[in-house]
């Protein structure tokens, strides 16, 4: 399959690339194009295609390219494949380029541009910032109900949907953003819904989670940042039989007080993107206009300004690329 | 423990007890004061009470008194008892009274009433109607989300609320109310928040539900009736892996095809009331007003017409009998 | 791919096939070779086949064939897939015959002959008769414990396993085998691990099940047979909470009791098959020597009189044809 | 209730009582009569207790007590009450004594000494040593199965219990033991019934590991000491998706590395002592022969001496007080 690329988000996960962070975790052919967050327009279809997907339709590309016969992609996680090729993170190219080479149709999730209004812009960072906290939130869903709480750490691009998902499969939790940006904050509550939202500059933060909790606690909190202080904070604010999910990748190590963690049988989860169905169900909501999208479109030639704003914490929302 | 009745709801159940349906299937000792939804104010405590519950608080009474040391009770599910002595519906007395007594304040839920402005009548129902759909949607919540579809057959005391659940806790599915009533259904629209309702009467119900959901069908089907027609429509329109949970008790039989139960892996549950800590969740929803009351005072001398208006299906909610 | 069919087992559902029973529900397109319980040897391998997979493999050939792009697909559970295609009992011809055409490597689970010492003719029947059973406690497994019962209705080909699962999911559960030969129930106690077994013709099979439990009733019982009268001694002899499993095909009709399937919160499931995960389990489990075969070789001359046989209910344990 | 202690067990938490370890973590109203895990015959009843419990019955003492009201109480997990009361760890006194004040019948569990024949000091590290890893894997079961690997770190009172149990409740999956001492590791193979023991002090625990695991890794590690070194390796032998469940609580931290937590889906909970229900199924493990114990009983008079053997690592299976 060719699809022509219609927008590329710009994730933290492209910094840590360009930094070199990664360069003996992941399997990387350099050089490589980078781009991991694609929405485009089917160009070329093979022989083996179903008639349903014909050129120019309107297609959400999923990223975690699976071998489709091992354990984990048998289960349905193929985000998690023993022998995964990503698109921009692995030999193969990604989505900062005009055209994109996807192994099988079984990667691409279709979307009526006409009936629907979506936008290759707004589909494109659904297949990750709009996927990773989905999959973290869902995992821990069965936790959540209406006298839980639920905070979210970092509200930058995965961390603005986060406040959405953790209302929309919060079972009527209270949902609690976390920031250093009160401007992020401010998006948080008024856009994404979060009932409280607190600077994490703040003296006193533990004060008032313990305030607004009733004493309680936070039920789950959705790590997006993953250092050392969010951790903590998150280890100090939880609420017994609390679960930290993180999917943060800034810091090195995850610490918890031993003796709580296990008195207070806490839970801490890793959580790695999203599976297909779980892209579907994302879609879905952005179909039926459940979820609001903050998009910043910037022309490729611009790319490397993108790319200084994200660094330095600047774009609220999405950075979304347009070859 | 001694409870001032404020409200007592009247429920189908108390019909059937009525009715002598459950002669054989209930240990009553009759005579009996029925009415097991209640919510009113502590009279007296004993002296194990703790001081945190004082003469003159509001309570909502959990109606599933068990023995506390059963399997069931153990696990919290005392509703489900092997011993199980639930007011109104046992040797004890229950609501349609000035006062009640409470084998033990682990039974009562306190609420405060200057700051959460609820009031008994509003309450009471909260304990069976609010209760029952509540637990038999949480069993099957792990099922809904963004692109599944759920039904609520039978829009009375128990549907109204199940309609406001769905939402709540369905993660973005889709919720679509069935009944026979045109007014009960604009109610459920307006009101419970569902997406679609459709006449029970109608022809072509099946067709319409097949075009709603896409060809897919409903993935999770609350029957509040438990009649053969409501059964075998659940059954007709229950999507792959669908599940039927059935809390209505009109019926003699739950009857589905074998070979689509087997070939498609239809899930029946049935599901009984509820327990405290789900109680304690549903009148969190009520604390914070994320659910609303429909609701039919009626003095406790008017309880015969009460009753006979809810045996003609002429009660639009909860008709509650304030003593 | 195409495989030199070793064995294939011999399944009610060729019966039920044969006798047009499904004429109408499944998309036959007749004449068709029927099997679809297949094992043997790689004999081609196609172009996009990896390496690891070689001419001269032995290899279980996992038959729920999916299109791996549906819902039920894409979360691992292709036996359910919205358009399946099974050998033996859709367009695809099946295992009755020297070679097999399968439409990819995805669906067969190679096997190591040398080390293993597994032999076609048991691996075959674990792809279906040993499978389904495996997925039906599975999914109930969470009710299983060392004071909790499990009931085996039906000790053929799928209740031979069904006992032995029971035994080894169960986490310490007693076992109880139902059927009407003794023959069939002295298999399941001496190899099959039982700890008890009833003749279902006796007298006070109800009787004797509340003295094996205490009085408790059975957590779940698996109903390997599907008749009018197996589901009623399912819902009669069935714990508080309980759970039927019913993956037997021969009745129409699944019928509880409305009262007590609600009051007693019992739980009805219908369970397809297995999916490629699951098989690969069972075929772990066999390599392990961990669960017993019991098989009658006939070779394919004598397919008839294994039919008849089997029609007879004179088949202890499974048919294998050999090609 | 009064209870003759029957025996009553010697646990690591005994010992850091004793250390002072947790002066600041728990509310001791020191001097204080230590003993958490206590068997022993009922002495003396109250009025409210059922003519079902009579004085000369054995019983097991779970030492959850737990007020019954809270959220934690009310879903059956009386261990982890908001204001919980242990005895011999919180302003109760424990078993190391000849009678034992039990505030309720609820908190026993009756044993027939006929039938059982189990004496007190089977039953007595049962509710504690053989109860805490039974959680813990129960916990995380749902995970395990034929192809998945359990380790079990730390052979002691605790750890000897959990090579049963990793067998009972594992589906089938390959039990690993680990511990510095060949004879604990001998006695997990032999009696406790691991697949492979592995000693921490040699060289290569990891590929050996890695070897017996064909590569995969350990799905389950239960770590019964909590030591940084055990946490580490725990996270170095993980296979994807795997998880830690923590019960030692002999270190202060636990760490693991961020990026692997979050790529590999790890997952890593404390558990704490077990609920009410579990206390019951580990006792009819015990019934029924499935669990063998491993007990060194040493009169009151020695209990120092006990002390000393423990604190030295010299015990092998768990030291029993007998008053």
């Given amino acids: 399959m060719v699809v022509k ?3 590329a988000g710009l994730c933290h996960s492209d910094l840590h690339l360009i930094n070199g962070d990664w360069q003996k975790s992941l399997p990387l052919n350099l050089p490589k194009t980078p781009g991991h967050e694609i929405a485009g327009w089917v160009e070329e279809t093979g022989t083996l295609v179903p008639k349903s997907i014909k050129k120019g339709d309107l297609v959400a590309v ?29 030999e193969y190219d990604g989505g900062f380029s005009e055209y994109l ?28 910032a709009g996927l990773t906290p989905y999959r973290a939130i869902k995992k821990v869903r069965h936790i959540l109900g209406p006298n839980r709480n639920v905070a979210i750490i970092g509200i930058g691009g995965l961390g603005f949907y986060a406040t959405q998902y953790a209302r929309i499969l919060g079972s009527g939790a209270t949902v609690v953003a976390l920031d250093r940006s009160d401007d992020k904050l401010e998006m948080a509550k008024e856009v994404g ?30 790590d997006t940042v993953g250092l050392e202080s969010t951790i903590n904070l998150a280890a100090d604010i939880l609420n017994k039989n609390g679960a930290i999910v993180v999917v ?11 003796f709580q963690t296990v008195i207070q049988e806490y839970q801490i989860y890793g959580s790695l993107w ?32 993108a790319i200084d704003l994200l660094r330095a914490g600047n774009i609220e929302g999405r950075a979304v690329i347009i070859p």
């Avoid at 313990?210 to 606690?217: D, F, L, P, R």
């Avoid at 990748?249 to 995850?254: A, S």
Wanted: glycine share 10%; charged share 25%; with cysteine.
């Fill in 193 to 222: 819904g979060a009932d409280f939202s607190l600077n994490l500059t703040e003296l006193e933060v533990r004060n008032k989670i313990h305030k607004i909790t009733n004493g309680e606690g936070i039920d789950v909190v959705v």
């Fill in 5 to 7: 690329v219609g927008a």
């Fill in 101 to 128: 080479l996807v192994p099988s149709y079984r990667f691409l999730i279709k979307v009526d541009e006409q009936t629907t209004f979506l936008k290759p812009e707004e589909l494109a960072p659904l297949t990750d």
């Fill in 248 to 258: 943060g990748l800034f810091g090195k190590e995850i610490r918890t007080p031993l």
């Fill in 274 to 305: 999203g599976n297909y169905n779980e892209l579907r169900e994302v879609i879905e909501l952005a179909k039926r206009g459940k979820i609001k999208h903050q998009i910043h479109k910037f022309p490729i030639s611009r790319v490397n300004e």
């Fill in 62 to 90: 999923f990223g975690g390219w699976g071998c489709g016969f091992c354990f984990y992609c048998k289960r349905g996680d193929e985000q998690m494949c023993q022998a995964a090729k990503w698109p921009g993170l692995s």
